[in-house]
């Protein structure tokens, strides 16, 4: 297998916030999170209305089981086709299956099956498009431009939030969820020619994989890719050690907090604002930037620096200084994160990084979720406080495993 990753044939060196062809990616992808935010919000107005809250409930989890159980073959699949096919196909089929539920909703009342459908539906499609999403940028930019694109895509995935939520209570509110679902597919539709315009390099003929080989042999080869490879397996760990230590106090201990110290839902919304906001500062900084020099070091101390104010976040006495150090764990994680995928899609060979990256997602979105029970449970019997801490230490062993394996430490990216 070449690791000398791509065909000659070379896309333009210009930075990434000048390029075209990265512009019209970044365009694609920004009307693909606005809808898909939307998408969210009309799912969860529509099972609140439609059913029980336990109903909604089960109907905006199921999307997450077939998302963890194909995630690695969803890899398989995006280095088999090439990954702008499978975006492309990934963002046809939700905008069909969207807008075939609003138009369902416009003219009858059929309860919650066509929602809960939908929502196994998406997650599927997410199992394949999410591991060709992140394979996507290698092939449409230059390797030094890799951190600017990261940074480019946490502000993409910020604007989504920031526009999508209010756009989709905006449409369930004046034509209810038929119309969210509505707009949720014609802006998923929006990104489908902008992709098909976006320009990519081809890997070498031996660098694909083989028609002739399994898909199990192939799901093999990526798995003993990341296994072997000196940069890639501490990477993996690091990264999984931060997920499961950040996904519960970001999504649950946040709310225990506010309700605990009688700050109310504006407080735990200005609270996860200042996540956003932080985050959102982290991705400007690397897209103005492009590229951080000592980049193993800057993973480990961030790792560090926001587990120590994860575990202080637990014992702020006020909303304002909880905010603030919201803020501050924002930007931290902001910087670790798209260091890390910046790193891990400069140090997979491209014809793994659809796999590498479906097991990243596998972590990120598959497992660690599964803390946040945990995480409420174990606070309810303990306190808040031990819970908070014990996060901070999980996602601190992230930053020990970055700093003691000498290759991620002195990890760098391409200039």
């Not at 803020?327 to 995928?341: F, K, Y």
């Not at 014809?351 to 409420?376: D, K, Q």
């Not at 306190?383 to 230490?393: H, L, N, T």
């Amino acid at each position: 297998m070449s690791t000398t990753a791509l065909h000659p044939t070379s896309l333009s060196n210009t930075p990434a916030h000048r390029d075209p062809n990265v512009l019209r990616w970044l365009a694609a992808y920004t009307s693909s999170m606005v809808g898909d935010t939307v998408y969210y919000v009309a799912l969860s107005w529509a099972a609140v209305q439609t059913g029980s809250p336990s109903q909604a409930g089960m109907v905006m989890a199921a999307s997450a089981v077939p998302r963890a159980l194909l995630m690695l073959g969803g890899g398989v699949i995006a280095d088999r086709f090439g990954p702008r096919k499978v975006v492309i196909g990934s963002d046809a089929v939700r905008c069909a299956a969207v807008l075939a539920v609003a138009a369902l909703l416009f003219v009858t009342s059929p309860g919650l099956w066509p929602l809960a459908v939908l929502a196994v539906v998406f997650g599927t499609v997410d199992a394949v498009f999410m591991p060709a999403v992140g394979a996507l940028p290698p092939r449409i930019t230059s390797r030094g431009q890799l951190t600017r694109v990261q940074g480019m895509r946490g502000l993409a995935i910020r604007f989504g939030y920031v526009v999508g939520a209010p756009l989709g209570g905006l449409g369930a509110a004046m034509g209810g969820a038929a119309a969210a679902f509505g707009l949720a597919g014609l802006l998923i539709a929006v990104s489908i020619p902008l992709l098909i315009s976006v320009r990519i390099r081809e890997l070498p003929p031996d660098d694909q994989i083989g028609a002739r080989r399994t898909a199990w042999r192939d799901l093999r080869d990526g798995l003993g890719h990341i296994r072997r490879h000196r940069v890639l397996a501490p990477l993996m760990l690091a990264v999984a050690l931060g997920d499961l230590g950040f996904v519960g106090p970001l999504n649950v201990g946040v709310t225990l907090l506010a309700d605990e110290r009688g700050w109310g839902a504006s407080g735990m919304g200005w609270v996860v604002a200042g996540f956003g906001i932080g985050a959102g500062a982290a991705s400007l900084l690397l897209t103005v930037r492009g590229r951080l020099p000592y980049a193993g070091h800057i993973v480990a101390y961030t790792a560090f620096a926001g587990s120590v104010a994860i575990g202080v976040l637990a014992f702020v006495p006020n909303v304002v200084e909880a905010v603030g150090m919201a803020l501050l764990i924002g930007l931290l994680a902001g910087l670790s994160g798209s260091l890390c995928s910046a790193l891990l899609q400069t140090q997979a060979d491209p014809a793994y990084l659809g796999r590498v990256t479906a097991v990243n997602g596998l972590v990120s979105l598959g497992i660690a979720p599964l803390t946040m029970p945990l995480f409420a449970a174990v606070s309810g019997a303990l306190g808040i406080g031990p819970v908070f801490v014990a996060s901070a230490a999980v996602c601190g062993l992230g930053g020990v495993v970055a700093l003691s394996v000498p290759a991620l430490r002195r990890a760098e990216l391409p200039r």
